[in-house]
């Protein structure tokens, strides 16, 4: 239930997830990685998913820092990491900065190269994909096509096998 509310307050406010309807929402109609902009947690590098090399997949995971199963989601592909190395996760929040950064510190995400973590400003990933759950993640593969979306989360054991089958 945390994550639910959690997630409902990423939303922009006056944004009302339900009242958009899934068949109009954009990742539907266009499976290339949405070029869209985040701001580092250095507070002042901005990161555009335009950016993003081809080549390897890459998991974008949007997130609450407060909600438990983003905190065991993360714990759980940080563990697996062995096996997600070759995987670019870009994680993002629409909340405040502060706990973006928190987030970022406790889990000693500066020690993994292979993931970027920003602040969503412009609240564009939950108009794009209608998120109604964290964590989210869109699954996209080596060429910048999205494969699968996991609205709620997924077990990493399921994530592994979805970005190695491409």
């Avoid at 109009?24 to 266009?30: A, M, V």
């Avoid at 994680?91 to 970027?116: D, G």
């Avoid at 869109?138 to 996991?150: G, I």
């Amino acid at each position: 239930m945390l994550c639910l509310v959690a997630g409902l307050s990423l939303s922009h406010a006056g944004y009302c997830q339900n009242s958009q309807k899934t068949a109009n929402l954009p990742y539907l109609s266009d499976s290339s990685i949405p070029a869209f902009s985040l701001m580092e947690v250095d507070s002042t590098t901005i990161f555009n998913t335009k950016d993003i090399p081809g080549g390897t997949p890459v998991v974008l995971m949007y997130f609450s820092p407060e909600c438990e199963h983003c905190q065991k989601m993360t714990e759980a592909l940080l563990q697996n990491m062995d096996s997600l190395k070759n995987v670019q996760f870009v994680m993002l929040t629409s909340l405040p900065f502060n706990l973006m950064k928190t987030f970022y510190e406790y889990y000693k995400i500066a020690n993994y190269k292979n993931i970027t973590m920003g602040r969503d400003y412009d609240f564009f990933f939950s108009r794009h994909f209608g998120s109604n759950y964290v964590p989210y993640l869109a699954v996209y593969d080596r060429n910048k096509k999205l494969l699968k979306v996991y609205d709620g989360g997924t077990k990493v054991s399921t994530l592994i096998q979805v970005v190695n089958s491409n």
